[in-house]
């Protein structure tokens, strides 16, 4: 199990892909549409990370809690020395998330958000609220390289996976923060050039500055592509 022993986490990116590059539909209706192997890999992941960490929009998506699974998943935590729950970040610039999503309804480890100063003062009182920290990451963009330094001082966060959706990880790939892309490439075609992608921000305007990666392992279980891309390079 791979952490860092730099200030930062070791951060692991997890997504399901369709076969032309999407991670939903358009009008976000699919989101969930690869097999129980997949979702199987996605706690197994859970289990070798201190927090798992998504954005606003797939948090309150669909009911995810971020949490570590059946109890077998736990056994295999305290096993590898890890505390039975994982922390859980949600990350949102302006607060916009919906305070009655399925992961404030779960108390089982502390949550996390990350948000930036554009939050107002009654958005950030509720947040407090619900959340166990509410961390102010930066005046309009969050500061991911400050907020993951943070993470692994404050609490202790050697391996952080990343759910997604694609604005975040974007934002984490440009930050240079990835040092592992986990890519499940599902036989589907979505279509439509406003369906979601596993990095959809502002991306790189240039080749040269374009994250690099090598891939590490790829394996076909039933009808998908299981695959494992490491970064090859790190600022
Ligand atoms: N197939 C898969 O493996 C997979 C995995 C995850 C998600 N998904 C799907 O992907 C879709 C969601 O993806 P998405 O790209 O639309 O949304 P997302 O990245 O989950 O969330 C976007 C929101 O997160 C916050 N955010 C993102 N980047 C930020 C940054 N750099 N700084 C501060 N806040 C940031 C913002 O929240 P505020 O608006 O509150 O500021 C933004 O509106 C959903 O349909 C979901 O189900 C699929």
Redesign the pocket.
């Known amino acids: 199990m791979k952490t860092n022993k730099s200030k930062f986490p070791f951060v692991l990116v997890?997504?399901?892909?369709t076969a032309d590059g999407k991670?939903?539909t358009a009008n976000?209706a699919v989101?969930?549409?690869?097999s129980a192997r997949d979702h199987e890999h996605l706690l197994e992941l859970r289990a070798t990370a201190d927090a798992v960490m998504?954005?606003?929009?797939?948090?309150d998506?669909?009911p995810i809690n971020l949490g570590p699974g059946p109890a077998r998943y736990r056994k295999k935590r305290l096993q590898r020395g890890l505390g039975a729950y994982n922390l859980r970040v949600i990350?949102?610039?302006?607060?916009?998330?919906n305070l009655r999503a399925q992961v404030f309804q779960h108390r089982f480890s502390p949550i996390i958000i990350?948000?930036?100063r554009?939050v107002d003062a009654r958005r950030l009182k509720q947040l407090q609220a619900l959340a166990d920290v509410v961390k102010i990451c930066g005046r309009n963009?969050?500061n991911?390289r400050a907020a993951f330094r943070w993470l692994r001082k404050r609490w202790r966060v050697k391996r952080l996976l990343c759910?997604?959706?694609?604005?975040?990880?974007?934002?984490v790939f440009r930050a240079g923060l990835v040092d592992e892309l986990h890519l499940?490439l599902c036989p589907k075609i979505f279509g439509d050039r406003r369906a979601?992608t596993?990095a959809?921000?502002r991306g790189f305007s240039h080749l040269a500055a374009a994250e690099r990666f090598r891939i590490k392992s790829a394996r076909r279980i039933g009808d998908e592509l299981f695959t494992v891309f490491e970064r090859t390079s790190r600022t």
């Open positions: 997890n997504m399901a892909m991670i939903a976000r989101s969930s549409f690869a998504a954005g606003a929009r797939t948090v998506s669909a990350v949102s610039r302006s607060g916009s998330i990350l948000t930036t554009r963009e969050i991911f759910e997604g959706g694609g604005e975040l990880n974007d934002a499940t979601p596993i959809d921000g």
